[in-house]
């Protein structure tokens, strides 16, 4: 029995890679896809505000709501902390990178991986109430910046509209570092890859054909490492998009869309809400795909 079914799989291949493809399909389309559409649908249900109850009865005023100043506000706070985050792991990344793929060997690289990566094995929660202790009034993030003698620049930055607060922990800012930290090693190893790839002929040919060393980088290097800073975009800014913990943990009070959708289904009990809420990452981060896919970023996947 077992032999005639092997002689037939191996005659059509074709029913064997169905045999391999079909169960995780069927989870992925009935349990991931199947749960999503449920939980925009119950966007369309109306929420009673005096008795705290959830109808069937269809309605467009939860979307429309998401147009409201206050909610749009959370919409463009969220994006502006996504797209911020996403430039910065970028511009620290890069050149951890760029050391990593092009001057390390051996042990040497092996080290280096395991440095970016043991944050990454560390608790979320963990590390985020870690920079909770760091950021707060008399803790080590502040020593430094007395040491340095950048208490005035802190000062200054803390002032600023849109990214001020009391406090590190209390500041945009804050909480603006504290994305970096947990998102970074999501950029760099995309961004590795990319230049693990870059072929060193190319390179040679350029000086062959007297270019500068930052000729060179500027011409080659960078172009051809843009889809793996794109591919390592696509986790900071769909990450920092969707968190809903460090808003609550760093910063001023003030919620993202993460928090907003926490807060309308487990505090309020306003699903069709926090669904519609939903919604707008799924757009955002279906937007950005579109946009990085131009920069070859599945490519680098």
Not at 57 to 82: C, K
Not at 208 to 215: H, I, M, N, T, V
Request: glycine letters at 8%; charged letters at 10%; zero cysteines.
């Amino acid at each position: 029995m077992m032999r005639r079914l092997a002689t037939l799989l191996y005659r059509r291949p074709n029913l064997y890679l169905a045999m391999l493809l079909i169960p995780p399909l069927i989870w992925f389309g009935a349990i991931y896809l199947g749960s999503l559409l449920a939980l925009l649908w119950q966007g369309f249900y109306t929420f009673d505000d005096f008795t705290m109850a959830v109808t069937p009865e269809l309605t467009l005023a939860n979307f429309a709501a998401l147009l409201q100043p206050s909610n749009f506000d959370i919409i463009l706070r969220t994006l502006g902390m996504a797209v911020a985050v996403s430039i910065a792991s970028a511009v620290l990344a890069f050149p951890i990178a760029y050391y990593m793929a092009r001057y390390t060997r051996g042990s040497t690289k092996a080290f280096f991986y395991i440095a970016v990566m043991m944050p990454m094995w560390a608790s979320y929660i963990v590390k985020a109430y870690a920079w909770t202790l760091l950021l707060a009034k008399g803790g080590v993030a502040q020593w430094f910046v007395q040491q340095l003698n950048l208490e005035p620049l802190l000062q200054w930055l803390l002032g600023i509209p849109g990214v001020g607060g009391s406090t590190l922990s209390t500041s945009h800012l804050g909480r603006f570092m504290v994305f970096v930290y947990i998102w970074l090693p999501f950029m760099i190893l995309p961004i590795q890859a990319a230049l693990e790839r870059l072929p060193p002929s190319l390179l040679h040919a350029s000086a062959d054909l007297g270019a500068r060393p930052r000729q060179t980088f500027v011409q080659v290097t960078l172009p051809l490492a843009v889809p793996g800073i794109a591919a390592g975009s696509i986790f900071t800014f769909s990450l920092t998009l969707g968190d809903f913990i460090v808003p609550q943990l760093v910063g001023p009070p003030g919620y993202f869309i993460g928090s907003m959708v926490y807060a309308q289904q487990g505090a309020i009990g306003n699903m069709p809400m926090a669904a519609a809420f939903t919604l707008v990452p799924i757009m955002l981060i279906a937007v950005y795909l579109t946009l990085v896919k131009r920069l070859g970023a599945f490519d680098a996947l």
